[in-house]
DNA sequence: TCGATTTCGTGAACGGCTTCACATGGGCGT
DNA sequence: ACGCCCATGTGAAGCCGTTCACGAAATCGA
C-alpha cells in the first residue's frame, strides 16, 4: 500500500444503502486529500479552544489551516452534517469527530529507531502525546547510546526491535538511521508485525502492498524551494522591451 | 505564492515557437507534481554512478524512485528530450539537466533558525552540501547556545538575522524555533528579504503572495498513518457471516 | 542492407481534487 | 409568529495528474 494508493482494492460500498437503513455505517471513502488536512483543521481547533472559542465558522477555520473555505465544508461534510447552517461548528464536537476519524481515541504506539540528533528531536517533541500519538519505544544499535534517557524514555538495543513491538504493542515505526540501515530496519520492523512506515531517511523503501509507507525528505523540500527560486528569478528580467 | 499555486500569472507561453528558432527558452511550464518528484530521481542518479551505471532506462529510473515508468518518461520529456529510443538516458547528462531545471547549479545558501535538537539534526545532516545546498547561518534566541559551533559552524544570536541574511546571500530561511516564536521569525525573515521558507513548526504562517512556505509537519504525518490504520482494521471483521 | 528488438515520447482516457455558485435551512430580532 | 440574515451543504464545471497504449526511432546481428 503505497502513499498515493487509490483505494481500488477496497470493497466499493454501494453509492446508498438498499433501503432506509438505520445503520450510518459504510460511507463512502474519505478522500486521501481530506485525510491530510484533517490533522491541520484538528491542530486550528485545538487552538481555538484555548482562546475559548466554542463555535467556528468555515471561512476562520480555513483561514486558520490557510485554505479555502469551501474546501473546509466539503472536507467536514465528508464526516457527516456536523455543522449548523447560520451559525458554524460547535467546536468540541468537531474536535472528536476528527479525533475519531482519524482514529486517535484509541492511542496509536510507535517506535523510533534511530536516536540521533533527529531521534532526539522526534523524541523530545511534545506535540505527539496529546494527539492520541504515544511513544512506546526507542532503539539505537550504537552500544554507547543504549541505557540513556530521552524524554523520559531510556533507549534499547535495535536487538530487542521485536520484544519490544511486542510489549510496547507498536504499529507504527518512524526510521531515523542512517541511510545504510533503513531497509534493513523496514523489514525488521515489518515482519514484527508494524504495517505503518514514516521514513526520514533519503531513500526509497521497497515494502509489501500491505504496508503504508509515508516519506519525509528534508533535501527534496529545499530543491523544490531551490526550483521555484529559479522560476522567479527567470520571471524577472522582462522581455518586452528587446522586441524593438 | 503558496505551495500549490497554478502558476496562473506566467504568461501562458505558445506550445510552438513561430519557425525553425533555435532558442529553446520559453518551455511550457513544468508541473508542480514533476517537481516534486526531480529530486528523487537526482538521488537514485547519484546512486547509480556510483555503481558505475553509464546510461538508464525509465524503467530502472522508476524502480528506483518508486514510481511509475510512463511517469518518468513523461516528468523527462517535460525538460526536454533527452533520452534516446531503445537505449535509455545518459545518466551524467540527466543529473546535470535536473539539477540545471532544480536551480541547483548556482548554490542556495539556507539559515537555520532554532537550534534545538531539530536544528541540530538539520545542521548536521550531510545531504545537503552534495545537492546544491548550503547552510549559511545557523541563528537561536538561546545565549547559552550562542557561539557553540554545529557542523563546522558557530551559532550566532537571533539578533544577527538581518545581518546574516545580507552577509552569506540567503534565500531560503528554515524554521525550526519553538512555535510560539514562529510567525515572527518567519516575519523577520521574509523583511530581510528571503523569499522562501521551510517551517518545521507545527502552525501555518501568514506570508505574503510573494514568498513559497513549504511545511514539514511530524505529527500531521503519524496522524495520516493512523488513519490508514484505523480504516485497516475496521476492515478486517468480515460481516458475510452475521447475516445467518 | 534489413528486420528484430528495445525503449523513448506522447495522445487520449480516466479519475480525483478544487473552486464556484447557489439553494437550503437553522437562528434571532422584532 | 414571521421574515431576515447568515453560514452550511452540494451539484457542476474545470483543472491537474496518472496511466495506458502505441507510434517513432535507434541499435544490433545476420
Known sequence: MTVDENGSRVVSAAPFPP????????????????????????????????????????????????????????DLSQLGSYGIRGVGYDVTHLIREISRELGLTRPRSVAIVGIGNLGHALAGYGGFAPRGVRIGALLDADPARIGETVGGLPVRSVDELEDAIREEQITIGVIATPVGAAQATCDRLVAAGVLSILNFAPTTLVVGDDVDVRKVDLSVELQILSFHERQRSARLPVRTEVTW
Chains 1, 2 share one sequence.
Open 19 to 74: 433501503d432506509g437503513e438505520p445503520v450510518p455505517r459504510e460511507r463512502p471513502r474519505v478522500p486521501e486529500a481530506t485525510v491530510a488536512r484533517l490533522p491541520l483543521y484538528l491542530r486550528a481547533l485545538n487552538t481555538l479552544t484555548e482562546t475559548g472559542a466554542v463555535v467556528v465558522s468555515s471561512e476562520e477555520l480555513a483561514v486558520a489551516a490557510g485554505v479555502n473555505s469551501a474546501q473546509v465544508r466539503k
